[in-house]
């Protein structure tokens, strides 16, 4: 690589003009140096195995330490889980026995106790549903973060399988697989090596976890969380997963695939793109359906809280009408509550804050929306006015109240929907 200082270009142009053909080749061939450099510094940024030197000759790969080649981002996690297995399968029965007799010193008899394989084999089943829950939540999370990232740029959804963004290599199935793809390839593309957003991982795990925590609370205690719910012995996984409750599990899923489009609206705020009014509509379309067809799933009314007795001739039409109350209030207080943010949160968050309010109106009733609008709201403001000063930025912050002030709600539910005594 031989590159001329620019002084001894200019001694050139002052010997005379007979040079100056070498000068322009001169400059071509720096030129050249420059990109040569430059590539040479890409390729160290993005293959550090295959470090060109000084001359531009690829040196000898070198050989790296055993436990270097190994990624442990991938067998790490693995190694957790399968020590969590044994953990929750083996000593776990001890704990969970002790756990008991502290919670409640009386003794229990059930008239039959399982065998000690038994026990195991129920534990280990126990622990690869929570595990299959938590996946399926992933795997709605990188549905979701697809949408996030193509829907408010105009591109499809459904077809065009996923390509790398820099080199536009098409993926492999195992680098489309939630969470392991993303530590499979240390967060880097494949073929070109450059970074992955964080946000495709983050997005899953945190969606998996929505989906396991709306699992515990509201799925296998059958439906504790949930206001004006007839609760009845036959819980666990082996009454509700096993010998499947449909309603339940349909309140299961609106419920934690709503909390996952808040989620979803976030991801997008984080890439400072506006989720589109038209992707919003279809999601609300979506996210209530279930609730016109399936009756039970309507926990609130619109009408519990108000002074109004009303009966409709067609028990549909009543379905209808709390989500369109939901929907009415849930954009109103929304709209209020988003004009009132404090004045760092960017515009396209505002637009996520009204429509995740409108979803939240649409799935869990006016009475829900408001109170967790307006929590929320009180919340994101008292946690900004420390920082006022020196925050630039404070999109995510509100949003993420917003759904951390839903989940929380959610959670205990039919406890605060009989404490205001609706
Ligand atoms: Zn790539």
Known sequence: MTELPSSSNIEKVNTGTAEFEELVSDDRLTSDA????????????????????????PAVRRKRKWWLRINWMLLLPTILWIIGWYLYTYP?????????????????????SWSSPQRELIRTIQYLTTFWFFYLGASI??????????????????????????????????HNTPIIGWLWCKGRCAFCHLPIATR?????????????????????????????????????FENIVFSPKWVLITAYLQHSVLFATLVMLISSSTSGLRFPWSGWFI??????????????????????GL????????????????????????????????KLLPPRVESHSRTHWCQAAWMLGAVLGWQAVVAISVSAWLLTYLMWLPFRRHVRAF????????????????????????????
Request: proline share 5%; hydrophobic share 45%.
């Open 92 to 112: 776990g029965v001890a704990w969970e026995e002790s756990f008991r007799r502290w919670w409640n010193p009386k003794p229990q008899s059930f008239g039959y």
């Open 395 to 422: 999109s995510i912050v509100a949003l993420a109240t917003l759904l951390v002030v839903g989940v929380v709600h959610h959670m205990f539910w039919r406890e605060i929907v009989s404490m205001i005594g609706l």
């Open 200 to 236: 495709y991982l983050w997005m899953e795990v945190a969606i998996g976890s929505i989906f396991t925590l709306l699992m515990f609370r509201e799925l296998i205690t059958g439906g504790a969380n949930l206001p004006h719910w007839r609760l009845d012995s036959f819980v666990g």
């Open 307 to 338: 002074p109004i007795q009303q009966s409709f001739p067609i028990p549909h039409f009543s379905a209808a009408s709390t989500v369109l109350a939901g929907l009415l209030i849930g954009g109103l207080v929304g709209t209020v509550t988003a």
């Open 141 to 174: 999370g990188s549905f979701f973060n697809v949408v996030a990232g193509r829907w408010p740029v105009g591109k499809g959804i459904v077809f065009g399988g996923s390509k790398c963004p820099y080199c536009a290599n098409r993926l492999r199935f195992i």
């Open 34 to 57: 420059a990109t040569t450099k430059q590539s040479a510094t890409i390729n160290a940024f993005t293959h550090s195995s295959q470090l060109e030197d000084s001359t531009g000759v």
């Open 283 to 304: 999601f609300v379309i979506c996210i209530s359906c279930p609730k016109l067809i399936e009756l039970r799933i309507e926990f609130v009314r619109w009408t519990d």
